[in-house]
């Protein structure tokens, strides 16, 4: 019993040890009182990494010693739950000032005070490494040259420096947007010569709306930017991203009645006098592609309807946005029609869908416009996996021949192949599903070093399929009657 006692005690002892029943205010009063700092978790019960650093970096012996000794530490839950306790529940007004003076969005972020209650440092994130990176965060806390709050006031004495300008941007682009397009412009005023292609790779991350300078750079230099950019972001992207959330977005908003692409393109010009050819043509891009994204996909994920109205949101998106043309709309929805039975694992109607789509094969469109990552879901996750509909599996098989195999695709990967060949396994054809597995095999074998996975995974099948086993899973009827 006395070993259990001194164990337990050991327990209790190792990690981080959290305040438990006290008050945001109490905190602050015992840390003024002992003349200690305050650590403060800042988390969400959703949040994978906060749980992660819970359970594997905060219960450290060198982690629990260090903070322990120098600091007051308290852990605060910025969600709400129904199974939150009364403690947590002391905490919601606090925490929710707390997520608005200090902009947390991300996490987990981790605040430190000083005995005064002034915030002087910050982290957002899973620093890397075991228990060393943590502490390193923790003494950062002391030090002025490296506490994030007491830098940010150091900005305006720092206007000329471009090099602390960027490294305290880097610290703030990803959680604090509002500070980061503050010390953007700062940092943009500090170059004296931003039209080099390190300066503009740099830029073109920190454009945040077209109030900005950095904005206007890049709209009245976007020719120029463009020839010098080695950047996957030229200065066409750029621009053309920022109307686009700016000027685009709003028309997919329920009350809106959308807009043609000539009375839209006419309005960017208006607006945006200088845009060039080549922003618009991306422009172009998002208002076709985004129509079918934000006028049928995200309103079937938000609406949450086991079985939509798949015609109405296909003649809606067409009526608002009438230079997309009505045959493009339907061929997506189609195949996101099968791809959500899946997800939901309502089969019936996911064999349903997918036999629906027969007439669609006929199509130049759908076939020459089949996203590989779509198909490949349908035919190996949603029929190889999981249906016994004869009818469902002789589509696919057809679907994989017309869109990538005819037309020997680049997207004819080996993984591709393993589908087709599987697929076509289960259908019966023994010999063409022999044939395209040792094509898959062979294409596997020259990716072997980077991916042994697969290669091993489209041997095995190969192997099942030399010696007549299964390489699909046997659907219960139980199971088809969802």
Sequence with gaps: MLLFVLYSLNGVAQGIQFEKNLTWPQILAKAKAENKFIFMDCYATWCGPCKWMAQNIFQQKAVGDFYNANFINVAVQFDRTKSDDAYVRTWYSEAKKIEQ????????????????????????????????PFI??????????????????????????????????????????????????????????????????????????????????????????????????????????????????????AESKGISWRNFEHLVK?????????????????????????????????YGLERPDWKSLVINAHKKFPDVSYE????????????QYKSRGLWLAFDSAVVALRPFLKRTSFIKNTEYVWCNDVAWDGVFMHSSNSEALAVVIKWIESAFVSTNSPSLTSSLLDTYANLLYKSGNLSSALKWEAVALDKAAKTRDHDPQNFQEISDNFEKMKRGEKTWPTVSDEKRKK
């Design 270 to 302: 208006s607006k945006y006098p200088v845009i060039t050819a080549g922003a618009l043509e991306y422009l172009k891009g998002d208002y076709q592609k985004q129509v079918f994204e934000n006028e049928i996909q995200l309103k079937v994920s938000q």
């Design 328 to 339: 493009s709309l339907e061929n997506k929805t189609a195949v996101l029609k099968a791809r």
């Design 101 to 132: 003076l200090y902009s947390i969005s991300a996490y987990p972020t981790y605040l430190y005070f000083d005995p005064n209650g002034e915030a002087v440092h910050r982290y957002t994130g899973v620093p890397g490494g075991n228990s060393q």
């Design 136 to 253: 390193n965060i923790g003494k950062d806390a002391f030090n002025p040259k490296r506490q994030y709050y007491t830098l940010m006031k150091q900005l305006a004495d720092h206007r000329s420096d471009s090099a602390f300008l960027k490294e305290q941007l880097i610290k703030v682009m990803a959680y604090d947007k509002g500070t980061a397009a503050i010390i953007g412009e700062m940092y943009f005023e500090s170059l004296k010569n931003p039209l080099t292609n390190g300066n503009i790779e740099f830029l073109s991350k920190i454009v945040q709306s077209s109030d900005q300078k950095v904005f206007h750079f890049f709209a009245n230099n976007t020719k120029a930017i463009d020839s010098v950019s080695g950047s996957i972001y030229p200065g066409s992207w750029v621009i053309s991203n920022i109307i686009n959330r700016e000027e685009l977005l709003p028309f997919y908003q």
